[in-house]
């Protein structure tokens, strides 16, 4: 590793403080964004607490020295000195640039100071291993390459001295420096190590495509003369060619809640309380309210300008404030809610699934909880589980009773769970009925609205999604159950589907070649229904129960989805959690331009 006075870069302009402030030199590597394409015009900050930093674009932008190299000079006053500043850089567009991980701290000094060279998301290491001599980091972004298989194609550099074609360092013309793939991008890079006594020599080089290789860079040999210093270079496009830019889109997206249900069971009070859309597009911290609309006050809406690329997919969830007053501190339980960006929308009205926290048991109280598993599916692969060697319990229930949330889901973490049964005993009433259940005491105190969520176990079972959270296999993360108990009976019961949550799609089968909206299973049905539906392309999704008159009785999917296979499932319930009566229903698929139904008889 060579002395890095990476300054040599640039010419750096004489910093004159006024008098008493400091000025703090923030230098910057962008060599490790992979997320956006780095050039002179995208957006280099440094955000943070004490001004003149900010946590928004109006914060000091860092001004291009050379290459991957960025730096800014921040003139604090004399008064902040020995302030902590928190602070972070930002390095992107104004869709997103942020550094992951906590922020950074620097305990403001007396004197003026040239921080260490940082790099973007890597502390002060660079991406590349140091050495005595003199190391080089190369990128490529393969994305304009037609041909190009990310994770699949190799990427390589190949070059040499330009004046003769002789190898330098571990570059030559005849083998591949390889050049790894930077997470799930079109970003690859690798380094070079060049003799420290070549520091001056010429040398050019490709990049390549294949081990053989098949396919070189079709434009003349790039030239770069070695530093005296180790060097990250700028990144380049295959071929400098540029891809096509991406289509911006600016529009309002308008969020409806309807809280007919809330407001009827005296759960949300307007006057103490309120609800706000959180999401993707915003950053997932808004608190602004949804305001009642002036002809319809069960109905709620929210409204927001997005700039963003065409057909970006955006999560977002309801939030209700203020937190203690709301299980799981106010979000909406289950997945996120997605919807296309295409600019000016207004999306349909959803019944927020939130619940109150409750009020403590005033009593001791047994719950049995039961669950069916006679259809049991399991969640990561889409299919039945291949035995059920034992069922166990986990949920959140405010901390004084018995449930709670094992760390990591796996065989081991039983300990932190409950173990159902079916075997007669436990609170279970017919052995071998496919109905597990146990009786689980409540002590009182207990909060009367409760999250829980079931997970098997069989022999291999620490194998399912790769070892990761193998027994949360009902239902993806955030999906459970929600029981809400009287304060005062001192027998209840909870009884639930397995999988009930509402969709999931089914791993390991081929991409469809058309829509497909199955029958439904089974039916008639009395406490829960399955249909399977299959997507030949991405689509814009509404999938939904409709009585014979035409009117929604329940929502059972509305987003986006990618070409797959799919299970829904229909807890024979309406959009406000009420049993349907007895009847004939209609199970609705609306993908993009396919429209198609299926019947559903309900018979108990």
Not at 83 to 97: I, M, N, S, V
Not at 123 to 133: E, R, V, W
Not at 174 to 180: D, E, F, M
């Amino acid at each position: 590793m060579r002395c890095k006075v990476l300054f040599a870069l640039g010419v750096l302009a004489l910093v004159v403080g006024t008098a008493g402030a400091v000025n703090v030199t923030f230098r910057l590597n962008t060599s490790t964004v992979y997320q956006y394409d780095i050039t002179s015009s995208s957006l280099v900050q440094v955000r943070g607490s004490i001004p003149p930093l900010t946590w928004d674009a109006g914060s000091l932008s860092l001004t291009r020295v050379s290459g991957d190299y960025w730096e800014g000079v921040a003139t604090f006053a004399a008064s902040d000195v020995g302030a902590t500043l928190e602070y972070k850089f930002y390095a992107g567009d104004q869709f997103g640039g942020w550094e992951s991980g906590p922020n950074k701290t620097l305990v403001i000094p007396a004197t003026d100071t040239v921080l260490d060279l940082a790099y973007f998301d890597h502390g002060t290491t660079p991406p590349f291993t140091p050495t005595a001599d003199i190391d080089l980091w190369f990128r490529v972004n393969m994305k304009s390459n037609p041909m190009f298989q990310p994770g699949t194609d190799e990427v390589g550099l190949r070059g040499g001295v330009a004046a003769d074609g002789s190898p330098i360092g571990n570059l030559s013309w005849g083998s591949n420096v390889p050049l790894a793939r930077e997470a799930d991008s079109y970003y690859y890079s690798g380094q070079v190590t060049i003799p420290a006594a070549n520091a001056g020599t010429v040398i050019a080089y490709k990049f390549v495509r294949g081990t053989v290789p098949d396919e070189w860079e079709s434009i003349d040999n790039r030239i770069l003369t070695v530093p005296a210093e180790d060097m990250t270079v700028v990144w380049a496009w295959w071929n400098n060619v540029e891809p096509t830019p991406v289509q911006i889109d600016t529009g309002t997206v308008v969020f409806q809640a309807d809280m007919t249900t809330l407001l009827a069971q005296g759960w949300f009070d307007p006057a103490t309380e309120t609800i706000a859309v959180r999401g993707g597009f915003e950053g997932w911290g808004n608190t602004e309210p949804m305001i009642p609309d002036l002809f319809d006050p069960t109905l709620y809406k929210w409204s927001r300008e997005i700039i963003a690329p065409h057909e970006t997919v955006f999560g977002w969830k309801f939030k209700a404030f203020p937190d203690d007053n709301w299980l799981d501190s106010g979000w909406e339980i289950g997945a996120n809610h997605e919807f296309t960006f295409i600019g000016d929308m207004e999306l349909p009205p959803r019944v927020p699934n939130i619940f109150p926290s409750g009020q403590p048991l005033n009593v001791d109280a047994t719950v049995r909880f039961k669950v069916d598993m006679s259809n049991a599916i399991c969640w990561y692969t889409g299919q039945p589980f291949p035995m059920i060697s034992s069922v166990w319990l986990a949920g959140d229930d405010g901390s004084v009773g018995p449930l709670q949330w094992p760390g990591a889901w796996v065989p081991e973490d039983t300990t932190d769970m409950i173990r159902m049964y079916d075997d007669g005993t436990h609170g279970d009433e017919v052995a071998g009925d496919q109905i597990w259940s146990r009786d689980v005491l409540m002590p009182a105190g207990t909060l009367s609205t409760i999250l829980y969520k079931y997970g098997v176990y069989y022999p291999g079972v620490e194998q399912l999604n790769g070892g990761v959270t193998p027994m949360d296999n009902e239902a993806g993360f955030a999906m459970n159950h929600v029981g809400v108990l009287s304060t005062d009976l001192t027998f209840q019961e909870l009884f639930t589907t397995f999988g009930s949550q509402p969709v999931h799609e089914i791993r390991g089968v081929p991409v469809p070649t058309v829509a497909v909206l199955g029958n439904v299973r089974p039916n008639p049905c009395a406490d829960f229904a399955v249909v399977r539906y299959d997507l030949p392309a991405p689509s814009t999704v509404d999938l939904a129960v409709y009585d014979l008159a035409g009117r929604r009785v329940a929502t059972l999917f509305s987003g986006a989805q990618d070409a797959g296979a799919y299970l829904a499932r229909w807890n024979v319930r309406d959009q406000s959690n009420a049993l349907v009566p007895n009847g004939t229903y209609l199970v609705k698929l609306q993908a993009s331009s396919v429209s198609l139904t299926t019947p559903v008889v309900v018979l108990r």
